[in-house]
């Protein structure tokens, strides 16, 4: 269930909304960091049934707290956990790939992981319209540079350099969900000497 709350005004921003139980026929959950905090929620406004036909996907994430042992006490039936969203990946694709009709996806974590996260589905034939996606923590972005198509991981900074051609690139609202990164453009073609300070951002 999608939220109808937008951070900006560019359509193809991703909206968030708020975990919630349906009825299905299992469940894959998909949290990193802070996004622990939903899962909590969300387990604790489920029926007893649930924990029965569901699977945890844990990364811990960047933060400095560490929620796997609280994860694993909630009781899902299959849990899994890795380091970072980045890693949580072959796991997640395998459970995609073993998907079965009627599982409902609930995603949670920070704006990058999210990012992955909805891209991996997508990739697996998930329409991201029946994903639920709740966000946590920080609001750093995945960025592809739309000159050299390279992507630079949790850009925090409005311009921010491309870690593949160096760059400097207005970071806009503008996202890609097929490729899971919001897109940055030069922002001094015209001049290069023109280097704009680097403001906090995300």
């Known amino acids: 269930m999608m939220s109808t709350t937008q951070y900006a005004s560019f359509k193809s921003r991703p909206l968030y909304g708020t975990l919630s139980p349906v009825s299905a026929t299992a469940h894959l959950v998909v949290a990193e960091g802070e996004g622990s905090e939903a899962v909590k929620t969300l387990v604790a406004s489920a029926s007893a049934e649930f924990l029965d036909n569901a699977t945890l996907i844990y990364a811990k994430g960047s933060g400095p707290e560490d929620a796997t042992d609280a994860m694993q006490a909630l009781g899902f039936k299959r849990f899994h956990t890795s380091a970072t969203a980045t890693a949580s990946l072959p796991r997640l694709n395998a459970a995609l790939d073993r998907l079965r009709m009627g599982t409902q996806i609930y995603l949670t974590g920070n704006e990058s992981a999210l990012s992955l996260f909805v891209k991996a589905c997508a990739d697996a034939g998930q329409d991201y319209q029946g994903l639920q996606t ?41 996202y890609s969900r097929r490729i899971g990164a919001f897109q940055g453009v030069n922002i001094n073609a015209e001049d290069p000497a023109d280097v704009p300070a680097k403001e906090e951002m995300f």
Do not use: F, Y
């Open 134 to 174: 709740e966000h946590h923590g920080s609001l750093a972005r995945r960025m592809q540079c739309v000159h050299c198509k390279g992507i630079t991981e949790n850009v925090t900074t409005q311009p921010a350099e491309c870690a593949h051609c160096g760059l400097l690139l207005l970071v806009r609202d503008h």
